[in-house]
């Protein structure tokens, strides 16, 4: 009996713990297509995880629709993944919650299902792998001064360094992402911008569009469809652009502070 009671207080402990560590963060993002799957929400896979983590009080939002302060800080958030173990006879799947560091903070018992439709299958395994998110009571509790890291404190005043780009920014006069014009003056914050220093991308067509993946077959970009033939939309951690088709070369056009910024892509068919 003794030792029955200890087992549970100790369940009840390291449930503490967890639900403290979830407390930390503002958001959870669920991509819109999981590095399990290979198309965009497949077996509704995003839209379930959310709607049942919605259910949970947790807050939850795409990976292509975050809100500002999150795109500014993403350890503000904790990414979803999910952890596909199925086999011939079963369809098993668990969720982790992976923070801004690559570390997994929290994994969820592995959901099973017998059922030989994927569909079904896979709705079955993931509502009980959310099972373990029930009764968490999350609620979002902002890490004080004192908790954690020391903050990191940037003075401008006397240390101000200029980067120099190697892209080309279009009808911009200036130079530097940032200026100063007195001492009290806040820096131009610097938006993201894409980087691709040349990698080739891999197209691959979906319902809505093209994934673009890497040379290791990991999805990069999501490009939704339009109206026009080869002009797609493109938003990544924030930043909205176009990518386009033009004279067999393929382009991405987007805005940094106001300016227009042009690359050009590699993509293969």
């Known amino acids: ?28 993002i669920v991509p819109k297509r999981f590095d399990a799957f290979k198309v965009v929400n497949e077996f509704q896979s995003s ?20 809100p500002d302060d999150l795109i500014r800080n993403r350890c503000l958030g904790l990414i979803t993944k999910v952890k596909d173990e199925s086999s011939l006879l079963w369809t098993k799947a668990s969720i982790q919650m992976i923070d801004c560091n690559g570390q997994i903070i929290f ?7 017998k059922e030989k439709e994927f569909q079904k299958g ?18 979002y509790t902002p890490k004080t001064p004192t908790q954690g890291a020391e903050p990191l404190v940037i003075s ?14 279009i009808n911009s006069g200036q130079s530097s992402a940032t200026s100063q014009t007195g001492e009290n003056s806040e820096p ?29 077959s990991r999805l990069k970009y999501i490009l939704e469809e339009t109206s026009v033939k080869d002009v797609y939309l493109i938003n ?16 991405v056009e987007y805005k940094v502070n106001d300016n227009r910024v042009k690359e050009e892509m590699q993509i293969k068919f």
């Open 1 to 28: 009996m003794k030792s029955k009671l200890l087992v549970i207080l100790f369940l009840c402990a390291f449930q503490s713990v967890i639900v403290a560590q979830l407390n930390d963060y503002k958001y959870i």
């Open 47 to 66: 839209t379930l995880i959310k709607y049942l983590l919605v259910q949970e009080g947790f807050n939850v939002i795409y990976d292509d629709a975050m």
């Open 107 to 113: 994994e969820s018992v592995e959901g099973k299902s």
């Open 122 to 139: 896979y709705t079955e395994a993931l509502k009980e792998a959310c099972a373990s998110f029930k009764g968490m009571n999350y609620t």
């Open 156 to 169: 401008f005043k006397n240390d101000v360094k200029s980067l120099e780009s190697d892209k080309e920014v």
């Open 188 to 216: 131009v914050i610097e938006q993201p911008r894409f980087t691709f220093e040349g990698e080739v991308f891999y197209a691959q067509p979906t319902e809505s569009g093209l994934d673009l993946l890497d040379s290791d």
């Open 236 to 251: 990544h951690e924030g930043t909205k652009g176009i990518v386009f088709k033009k004279d067999d070369k393929w382009f």
